[in-house]
């Protein structure tokens, strides 16, 4: 190597470093999944997109500790809810033995302002009395003891006919005061993370210091932690694929080092050809960086992955070099079908960056900026800092004899038919929808985890997660008047059985006007001491016993109307937030479902109620997905046609063109073919992975349309593509047996497109020597 | 209560002698002592212990109430109104007295001990048995429940709570509807006193 080749190699090498630490002191890295949130059309989609993740119902976990013994158990539950009560991580905590739903001592004579139980029938001589004489028969009752308490203070039970309007129908079975699954081996909690759902760093804090106390605190009983939700999905979801994409990322860099010198012979080459891939990675950050705040995880996982076919540029170069003929001159050689090549991989990719989703916007930009800057460095710098050629690359014997034997292979031109019979039979007999429109078939969460998820939320009764009522309001007082005006509606709902039960915050703080209007009915005192006194009589009960309930009645009259500020630090402010939150400058309120039994007949009950939306969440985002699918796919077909025009523009003629894009079109279909037959549905991986290797299609064919009939240039053709399709299919085939489904996706999609692409390329985009072949 | 440990009858065999296998009626006559009442309250009707374990307690007088208690929960039905249900976990003493009743029912009385201080005075002719709970926080709810009887019957039981409050079951021989003394009534249910106002069924 000369000296100016030294300087240059270094000088690139020292622009890569800064570049590196540019890109990593200026980059920052989100890890909100919702970055790969389509954009939301219909109001009920935008609940969608900006509920999930941010309502503290998605935030709750459900955690079961099992173990020999459940006094055992309790006792860790116990000391587990008061650990995390004061851990930052955590919001709340709860197993049963805090006093669910109460009213604060102080808040008591609210309870006058909160009740629905007197709106029909004001609290008036008549209704006391026959309150006083159910008390006297509840004195016979088994329940004596227990309503005793509240007799003086309450002889009308308000507070226990609230305290039992909000306690969930079902409760776990309990053990030593905390909660149980039904058949006792496992003691249940529900917590709240502080970390939205769809933060997978946060939810992993949060677990780590979930298994921390839990550790400390079952010490050496052999207690068993499980924990449910979907933040502790979204957590196992990032570290399983991060895992996963390390291991297959090392083995696959390994296999490759190998490769190339089992290719080339020469360790340099493998390190040179690092080079063109590094600054593809480095612009493809700086230009993401530049554009958008923050860069996904998965754009920058996946990313790297569509960048890395950028590994075959050097190769071309590299088995295309020969004694006597400098780099520089190979490059220029190679560059045709390599910028033709690049150019429409880039036009494909294209069509990803007007999906409208932030995620795959960044993951194109990443994408094109790398691929652009891997071909330019490689046809401009790379050559210059190879050095002398001391030895053709695509030399040996093997090689001559594989060439002659593939020229004598037959050519598969019946493929031609039957490739898109095959696929027309597939796609005509699969019974399995053909795009996967079901975001959790995509969530690598194992089906036993699901399961028990299900069991879980059953045993603790938690609220319906795919179906939701909406209302939005000009202020917090606004959303809570039109969830009243819903209570009508939706008793209707569950007399007709269609659900179980609801719950939404007005159920627990009224609006200030209905608040006002039950005040202005309470009777005084000095009437409601004639009324207890006309009311007794004939009962066991002495009027004078119940001074208590006057004096909270007259403090009821007084009273200002309960706001939402007033229940701060209560379980009920809790119960409230949850379903009462502002979000871009109005209030949503929400009403949750419980034991949905007819979900069609729910939403007619629930139709045309102005300012409520009825929300299936499942729905809604397979709408939202199935909407922007359509988008992507009209945008490829665009790209596609402005591909061909690329490649026509290229080669100016209609028989080459056709010769190129065959292979790719065919290995295409033969992919879909081979998907829908084994029942696969496809989703939007999918359909990034069949660009990925039409990109490599057209790249093989490009080539060796390239390379035409001459013995040489087919052989060195033939070098450089056998290596980087072996290259690109040992990546792929590893991922292919990845255990999270996306990246096995990918890996089944790209290894059946190298082999097919490859394969035909080589037999119906080859031209054969007619010399050399014929018998 | 004395103990008489030459003439001692042991738990065992009380609760041999107890053992009821289901289906089992008996009527009863309630009497409630409590500080919110001017007068106690007395009702009466039948307790049943049903086949399916649950127990109903039907008050046919003076109004008609049927509670019915299966498994963890209780439901109320009282006239026409909508029943009522309440979770026993919800009510720790009606939980216990229950538990001790079906224990009582089922021949294991001698397991109440895990819970209670049980104390039997065998005396000629009669016998009770005393529970005071164990646990601090039940005992919050609950004084001592008292259970009176002769032979392999018990004819009262007596449930007192901290403040005073009382309730008396009277099982085998109710009291005159005149009599609303308590001293009285309590002394008619331990069976201390000469049946001077009782009548045999």
């Known amino acids: ?775 | 209560m004395i103990a008489n440990p030459a003439h001692s009858l042991g738990i065992e065999e009380l609760e041999a002698k107890l053992v009821r296998k289901p289906p089992v009626v008996t009527p009863f006559v309630d009497y409630r002592f409590s500080h919110v009442l001017k007068v106690p309250v007395r009702s009466s009707g039948t307790l049943e212990y049903r086949e399916d374990e649950a127990l109903v307690r039907t008050v046919t007088s003076p109004f008609r109430e049927q509670a019915e208690v299966m498994g963890e929960e209780v439901q109320i039905r009282r006239g026409e109104r909508p029943e009522r249900r309440v979770s026993l976990q919800r009510v720790p003493q009606l939980r216990v007295l229950l538990g001790s009743f079906r224990a009582m029912l089922d021949g294991h009385v001698s397991q109440l001990s895990q819970d209670f201080n049980v104390v039997l005075a065998d005396q000629p002719g009669r016998w009770a048995l005393t529970l005071r709970p164990l646990d601090a926080r039940l005992a919050r709810y609950l004084d001592r429940i008292e259970v009176h009887g002769t032979a392999d019957r018990p004819h009262c039981l007596e449930v007192v709570e901290p403040d005073g409050d009382a309730t008396l079951t009277f099982l085998e021989t109710p009291p005159d509807e005149r009599i609303s003394a308590r001293p009285v009534l309590e002394s008619l249910c331990r069976g201390v006193t000469p049946e001077k106002t009782g009548h045999e069924r």
């Open chain 1, 1 to 775: 190597m000369s000296r100016r080749s030294w300087l240059l190699l270094l000088a690139w090498c020292l622009m890569l470093g800064i570049g590196f630490a540019e890109v990593q002191s200026r980059l920052s890295i989100s890890a909100d999944l919702r970055l790969f949130m389509p954009t939301p059309h219909t109001e009920a989609q935008r609940l969608l997109v900006g509920s999930i993740g941010e309502s503290p119902a998605s935030r709750l976990q459900l955690l079961a500790i099992s173990g020999p013994e459940p006094h055992e158990l309790a006792r860790i539950s116990k000391a587990l809810v008061a650990a995390l009560g004061a851990a930052s991580e955590f919001e709340w905590a709860a197993n049963g033995e805090q006093a669910g739903p109460s009213i604060a001592e102080r808040l008591l004579p609210y309870r006058y302002l909160i009740t629905d139980s007197l709106d029909q029938r004001p609290l008036d001589e008549s209704e006391l009395a026959g309150a006083l004489t159910d008390r006297a028969q509840d004195m016979s009752s088994p329940l004596a003891g227990m309503l005793e308490e509240w007799l003086p203070r309450d002889p009308t039970l308000e507070t226990l006919h609230l305290i039992s309007q909000w306690q969930p129908r079902k409760e776990p079975r309990r053990i030593d005061d905390v909660w149980f699954a039904a058949d006792g081996r496992h003691t249940l909690l529900v917590v709240e993370t502080r970390a939205a759902a769809f933060d997978p760093d946060g939810q992993t804090r949060a677990l780590q210091r979930l298994q921390v106390e839990f550790a400390r605190l079952r010490g050496a009983i052999p207690a068993v932690l499980t924990v449910s939700g979907s933040g502790y999905f979204s957590s196992l979801i990032k570290n399983r694929t991060q895992r996963e994409a390390t291991l297959f990322g090392t083995a696959a860099t390994a296999a490759l080092v190998l490769l190339m010198w089992l290719a080339y012979r020469q360790i340099r080459f493998a390190l040179l050809g690092a080079l063109p891939l590094l600054s593809a990675a480095l612009a493809g950050l700086a230009a993401v960086g530049a554009i958008f705040e923050s860069v996904h995880g998965i754009t920058l996982a996946f990313g790297f992955t569509l960048i890395g076919v950028a590994q075959d540029y050097p190769m071309h170069v590299f088995s295309h070099l020969r004694v006597g003929e400098r780099p520089a001159e190979t490059a220029h050689g190679v560059w045709p079908p390599l910028r033709t090549g690049v150019a429409s991989t880039c036009i494909a990719y294209l069509a990803f960056l007007l999906s409208g989703v932030t995620g795959l916007a960044q993951l194109a930009c990443l994408t094109v900026t790398g691929l652009a800057v891997a071909a330019v460095t490689t046809r401009y710098v790379l050559p210059h800092v190879i050095g002398s050629v001391t030895k053709d690359s695509a030399q040996g014997a093997w090689l001559d004899r594989l060439n002659v034997r593939i020229d004598r292979l037959p050519r598969p031109y019946a493929l031609l038919a039957i490739i898109p019979v095959a696929c027309g039979a597939a796609l005509f007999m699969s019974s399995q929808p053909f795009w996967q429109n079901d975001l959790s078939r995509l969530t690598p969460v194992p089906l036993d985890l699901l399961r028990r998820d299900a069991e879980l939320r059953k045993e603790l009764a938690t609220p319906d997660l795919r179906y939701l009522l909406v209302v939005s309001g000009r202020d917090a007082q606004d959303a809570l008047e039109q969830l009243e005006n819903l209570d009508a509606r939706l008793a209707t709902a569950v007399r007709s059985g269609s659900i179980g039960s609801y719950d939404h915050p007005a159920r627990y703080l009224p609006s200030i006007g209905r608040q006002l209007r039950r005040r202005a009915a309470l009777p005084d005192a000095g009437a409601l001491r004639d009324m207890l006194t006309a009311a007794t009589v004939g009962l066991p009960f002495e009027a004078a016993l119940f001074a208590p309930f006057v004096e909270d009645v007259a403090r009821a009259r007084e009273l200002a109307p309960l706001a939402l500020a007033d229940l701060a630090g209560t379980p009920l402010a809790l119960r409230i937030s949850s379903g009462l939150f502002a979000r871009d400058g109005r209030w949503l309120g929400i009403v949750s479902f419980y034991d949905v039994h007819d979900a069609a007949v729910l939403e007619q009950t629930l139709r045309g109620i102005p300012g409520a939306t009825f929300l299936d969440l499942k729905a809604a985002s397979e709408e939202l997905i199935a909407v922007q699918r359509a988008h992507i796919l009209r945008c490829l077909e665009f790209a596609a046609l402005f591909l061909v025009a690329v490649i026509w523009l290229a080669l100016r003629s209609a028989s080459r063109v056709v010769r190129v894009l065959m292979p790719m079109v065919l290995t295409t279909l033969l992919i879909v073919t081979v998907l829908r037959a084994s029942g696969v549905s496809l989703n939007l991986f999918h359909l990034i992975s069949l660009v990925l290797a039409a990109g490599l299609g057209l790249d093989y064919a490009l080539f060796f349309e390239h390379a035409a009939a001459h013995a040489d240039e087919q052989r060195r053709t033939l070098h450089a593509l056998l290596v980087c399709s072996l290259s690109t299919l040992l990546v792929f085939a590893l991922l292919a047996f990845s255990t999270v489904p996306v990246l096995q996706a990918i890996g089944i999609t790209v290894s059946l497109g190298v082999i097919g692409n490859f394969a035909l390329a080589l037999l119906l985009t080859r031209e054969r020597r007619h010399s050399r072949a014929a018998p």
